[in-house]
């Protein structure tokens, strides 16, 4: 019976997932099934731990992120937890061999959230950023080269530029919900209260050349992950692209989206470039 319960913990994951974010959950189902449910996973643990710090208010975050760490633990020594979400990820962590620095780095990230709201220097937001996006997409490599540590090593470094560039453009759509909800300003130098289109371009040339080293890992992905991570470039890509044509004040009053029926024909323009060998 520990298998159903297994079954039911990786679709509470894919759950979670299809809740939290279409776009992601799109560009999972583009990938081959045989790895689907480990990514799923992966978001899974990654959105419930952003969600505490992020959305919890009225509780108390610092006890709910420390439960959770400590839970997941638990939960990898004993081999179940009655969260699903944890059981689903620590069979995840050990079926890919997912060490255990890459959660760490996570999950300082995700308490920095609790204590900093202004990141300085270069160092610190780079720093955060491993934490928050870079090690994500290690871990989900991990699951891309199946324990093939040569194809791990050699796409290593675009793996974390991809995730660096999808932190930064949800930064630049979140400026507004990060300075006035969450009172978090995440870019070194720049100041909200008077941010301006020299501001905004600097950003976007940053994350344009995250992009461009992206690719390069992209195009050497396995065939079980290469059109569902491309789907996702381009729905970011896209959405940079909304953010660059949109004027520096706006972006900080509202949230830029990209609607379903823009969705719908990006997924169409990657099938055809995947399908022709383009990518």
């Known amino acids: 019976m520990k298998k159903l319960f297994d079954d039911v913990s990786f679709k509470c994951s894919k759950l979670v997932t299809k809740n939290y974010s279409t776009s992601f959950s799109l560009a999972v189902y583009m990938l081959s099934p ?17 969600e505490i710090v992020d959305s919890f208010h009225g509780f ?30 620590q069979q995840t962590v050990k079926k890919y ?29 780079e720093d955060y950023i491993y934490g928050s996006a870079d090690v994500v997409g290690l871990m989900c490599l991990k699951v891309f080269v199946a324990g093939d540590m040569e194809k791990y090593d050699l796409l290593k470094d675009e793996a974390m530029r991809l995730g660096s560039a999808f932190q930064k453009v949800n930064f630049l759509r979140d400026l507004k919900d990060d300075n006035l909800v969450l ?36 195009i050497k992905l396995p065939i079980e992950a290469k059109f569902g991570v491309y789907t996702a470039f381009v729905y970011y890509k896209k959405l940079l692209k909304k ?8 972006i900080g009053n509202a949230r830029i989206r990209v609607s379903n029926y823009t969705k719908a024909g990006l997924l169409a323009q990657s099938f055809v470039t995947y399908k022709l060998k383009l990518v």
Do not use: W
């Open 183 to 218: 009172n978090r300003n995440y870019f070194p130098g720049v100041n909200l209260d008077s941010f301006d289109e020299k501001a905004k371009t600097a950003i976007i040339q940053e994350i344009q050349e995250d992009f461009k080293v992206a690719y390069q890992g992209i």
């Open 34 to 50: 045989v790895i689907r449910d480990a990514i799923y996973s992966i978001y899974g643990f990654v959105r419930f731990a952003d």
């Open 243 to 250: 953010l660059e044509k949109t004027p520096c004040h706006e």
């Open 97 to 125: 061999n997912i060490s255990d620095d890459l959660i760490q780095a996570f999950l300082k990230s995700m308490k920095m959230d609790l204590i900093k709201s202004d990141y300085y220097s270069k160092s610190e937001y």
């Open 60 to 89: 108390d975050k610092e006890e709910l992120i420390n439960d959770f760490e400590k839970e997941y633990y638990k939960s990898y020594n004993s081999g179940i937890s009655l969260n699903p979400i944890l059981n689903s990820f």
